[in-house]
């Protein structure tokens, strides 16, 4: 089996537990790069580092009221997988604030030696 469907198997199963953070924590290089198809205003839609990956997704979790999720996958290929994911989320802040809505998006994931080197979220901003 190869790297990218083991940490792909294993990120999976961590995300449909709701282990988000777990995921990032046992699988993630510490030089990994996350790139986003947007960004909150003032906001970067990359970032750097794993310290930078886990404020992000801790922003996240504090600006959103998660009412259920799914990830399904992976799919992969070569030194990459590809997972999908679906939230029911209401906003707490910023345009959407008060707004429940569903997001789906997709994510890729690059692998090296074991761990996710990069990834980047794909998903439409409401156009």
Same mark, same amino acid.
């Not at 449909?16 to 699988?27: P, V």
């Not at 990069?118 to 901003?125: R, W």
């Given at each position: 089996?190869?790297?990218?469907?083991? =940490?792909?198997?294993?990120?999976?199963?961590?995300?449909?537990?709701?282990?988000?953070?777990?995921?990032?924590?046992?699988?993630?290089? @510490?030089?990994? =790069?996350?790139?986003?198809?947007?960004? @909150?205003?003032?906001?970067? @839609?990359? =970032?750097?580092?794993?310290?930078? =990956?886990?404020?992000?997704?801790?922003?996240?979790?504090?600006?959103?009221?998660?009412?259920?999720?799914?990830?399904?996958?992976?799919? @992969?290929?070569?030194?990459?997988?590809?997972?999908?994911?679906?939230?029911?989320?209401?906003?707490?802040?910023?345009?959407?604030?008060?707004?429940?809505?569903?997001?789906?998006?997709?994510?890729?994931?690059?692998?090296?030696?074991?761990?996710?080197?990069?990834?980047?979220?794909?998903?439409?901003?409401?156009?």
């Amino acid at each position: 089996m190869s790297d990218a469907l083991t =940490v792909g198997k294993k990120l999976v199963q961590l995300c449909q537990a709701g282990k988000n953070m777990e995921a990032i924590e046992s699988l993630y290089d @510490p030089n990994i =790069v996350s790139i986003e198809a947007g960004s @909150p205003a003032g906001k970067s @839609p990359r =970032v750097d580092g794993i310290a930078a =990956v886990k404020g992000k997704a801790e922003w996240w979790h504090n600006n959103h009221e998660i009412h259920s999720g799914e990830c399904k996958g992976p799919w @992969p290929h070569g030194d990459r997988f590809i997972a999908f994911f679906k939230y029911d989320i209401t906003a707490k802040t910023g345009p959407m604030a008060g707004k429940r809505f569903t997001m789906e998006e997709t994510g890729l994931y690059t692998v090296k030696n074991g761990k996710v080197t990069q990834e980047e979220f794909f998903y439409n901003m409401g156009g």
